[in-house]
């Protein structure tokens, strides 16, 4: 098992669409291991194949606190449905969320309260996770990434402003940058 380095917003593995995975090897099975591997060590509740630069459409999550008992499972060409989005005031402490590609930053973001996930698993078995509240956040947030998506493409103006000035702040927005979960502290 391997920790692997985390691509930071700009790369553009990250702003790119993923392919489907057509392979369902052992080079497949150690990337699963090596995502699970480097999402615990963030630590982090889910991480797509494109944060770690492979451009492939899966991603691992773990979920600890859902109501229905412990989350944590692989997604390989996921398929996503949503229950629509409320249009409440942004609370902007409720709905706060952050990202392994943009680390250390949390800005509020409205997601549907439910989500509905369909995908295989590694041995192509069908996965059907219906989740609802954070455990649903996280499938939304991760199935973006696969789709060339970080949640801070997805802000309100305010919000993205507060984005872009802490992305440029930290010199980030560019290609080849990223950190290593228990090497590098990004959190500074």
Known sequence: MTVLPI?????PVLHSAARPVTEFDDALR???TDLFETMDAAPGVGLAAPQVGVPL?????GYAHDPGGPQR????????WLSPS???ELD???????CLSVPGERFPLRRAERAMLRAVDLDQRPVQVDAQG??????????????????VDRLDLVQERRARKAIVARKWGKAGLSWTPGVDDVEA
């Open 30 to 32: 150690t990337l699963v």
């Open 134 to 151: 954070w455990f649903a956040r996280i499938l939304q947030h991760e199935y973006d990434h696969l789709d060339g998506r970080l949640y």
């Open 92 to 98: 902007e402490d409720a709905e706060s969320e952050g």
């Open 86 to 88: 409320t249009t409440d």
């Open 73 to 80: 499972g692989v997604a390989i060409n996921p398929e996503l």
């Open 7 to 11: 691509r930071i917003t700009g790369d």
């Open 57 to 61: 459409r899966l991603f691992v999550y």
